[in-house]
């Protein structure tokens, strides 16, 4: 039996409040457009462009302090980290983000983008993945913040390779809907493209993935928690990924990522 109807018409309706963030989201998913074109449109929101050049200026890049033009830089950073910016940005606006969730969100999103080559993914997709991987857990932290609380204590009792199926279960006998149901349901009416909000929703699977971007964003959501809890050996013991043979680089990439993200103050204002 439901516990709560999760209302997703308020996380649907962002694009009225961020409406620059998702013209440039917009933009980017189509084809015809140019740097130019989604320069001008993120022109008019001063934080998204104040991060598009951080971006660009970081080390993650090879640059550092030398880009000031916003046409340049996002040819430095490419579409794919620029719709990244912009979705953290309206992440941001949607609900007050922890310090400490950022870091869950930047870990994925590392692990993702380092994990893309050698599933033969285009890392501006996994880098996408990974960023809203956890929006289905903020609509739900939202509308039933204690009932989250609980179910994130009783997970806590389990072993780290059991929690995403129990989540899945749990979230579905509460609420009808489980949160990679919820996120692909949003992205789908963000318009971001279909093999993406595919892939969140298949990330969570009891079996494996098919898909290549759903392989990667299962496996980065693994390493980011032992990335996050300090797991050591023994977490990745929890992982076994074919196509990968040295889990400390994935590690290494991605807690570079995260360093460089946070240290340009990517993730924006905390709560």
Do not use: C
């Amino acid at each position: 039996m439901k516990t709560i109807e999760i209302d997703l018409k308020e996380v649907e309706a962002l694009g009225s409040r961020r409406a620059v963030a998702f013209g440039v989201v917009s933009l980017i998913n189509d084809e015809k457009s140019e740097n130019k074109d989604i320069a001008r449109v993120a022109n008019s929101d001063p934080n998204l462009s104040a991060n598009i050049l951080r971006m660009a200026n970081s080390a993650y890049y090879g640059l550092s302090g030398h880009v000031d033009d916003l046409q340049f830089a996002i040819s430095v950073i490419g579409f794919g980290t620029v719709r990244f910016l912009a979705t953290a940005a309206v992440l941001q606006d949607f609900v007050p983000i922890s310090k400490e969730a950022w870091q869950r969100y930047l870990a994925t999103a590392g692990a993702a983008v380092h994990l893309a080559p050698h599933f033969d993914v285009d890392p501006s997709a996994a880098l996408n993945g990974g960023i809203t991987l956890d929006i289905g857990e903020l609509v739900i932290a939202k509308q039933d913040p204690y009932g989250y609380i609980s179910r994130l204590r009783e997970l806590e009792k389990l072993p780290l390779h059991d929690r995403s199926s129990a989540a899945v279960e749990m979230e579905t006998k509460a609420y009808g809907i489980s949160h990679p149901g919820i996120l692909a349901r949003v992205l789908r009416s963000w318009k971001f493209p279909q093999d993406l909000y595919e892939a969140v929703e298949q990330h969570h699977l009891e079996y494996e993935p098919d898909e290549p971007l759903a392989r990667v964003l299962r496996y980065a959501a693994r390493f980011s928690e032992i990335i996050l809890n300090g797991s050591g050996e023994s977490g990745m013991d929890a992982i076994s990924v074919a196509e990968i043979s040295d889990h400390s680089r994935i590690i290494a990439g991605a807690r570079n990522f995260m360093d460089q993200m946070s240290h340009q103050g990517i993730a924006g204002r905390f709560s």
